[in-house]
């Protein structure tokens, strides 16, 4: 059983996400697994993490993070983003493409359980959120971003009863 162990609000600074888009046409089995199995396969994080700087390092403390990237708004179509982020202004390796975001807060929320439990919990996290007093806001043309952090090590290290945390992770006001 999984379950949201601690929320809190993050200030971040204006960041280039670069990565890889999806669609709901690219899930399988109903999510993307196999598009990070492809990642890993083909070592895709490499160029994104060689653009890493120390600057960046230094003012971003999840600087070492997997990004799985949502863009929802009603009426268009799903995106689901593979990539990391990067310092603004990064240039995007041929074949990725990036989005920018500026400086602004997020409310997180750990999820904690074995890894399998932990996906497709949007919802839950940002009811969570809501409850604590956190306001979700939508970007200038009314859609709603979010994604999934995968943090080394409380991701990629399970503890002694195999669980995981993950982050999900909304811009909040």
């Known amino acids: 059983m999984y379950e949201i ?7 971040i600074p204006a960041m280039r996400f670069i990565g890889i888009k999806y669609g709901d046409e690219d899930r399988i089995d109903g999510g993307f697994g196999s598009k990070w199995a492809e990642w890993f396969e083909t070592e895709r994080f490499n160029k994104l993490e060689s653009l890493l700087t120390d600057d960046f ?3 971003y403390e999840d600087y070492n993070s997997y990004i799985g990237l949502m863009r929802y708004k009603e009426g268009e179509k799903f995106e689901y983003w593979i990539g990391m982020f990067l310092p603004e202004g990064t240039i995007a390796p041929e074949g990725y493409e990036y989005v920018d975001f500026s400086a602004s807060s997020l409310g997180v ?4 359980g074995s890894e399998t439990e932990l996906y497709c ?7 969570k959120l809501s409850e604590e007093g956190y306001e979700i806001v939508n970007d200038k043309v009314g ?21 995981v945390i993950l982050d999900i ?5």
Do not use: M
């Not at 859609?143 to 669980?163: H, I, K, Q």
């Open 121 to 127: 919990k949007e919802d839950e996290c940002a009811k």
């Open 57 to 59: 390092r230094s003012i």
């Open 109 to 112: 929320c750990w999820l904690y």
């Open 5 to 11: 162990v601690r929320t809190y609000k993050q200030t």
């Open 143 to 163: 859609a709603l971003w979010f994604f999934e952090r995968y943090v080394c090590d409380r991701f990629t290290n399970p503890d002694e009863r195999g669980n």
């Open 169 to 173: 992770c909304f811009f909040v006001k």
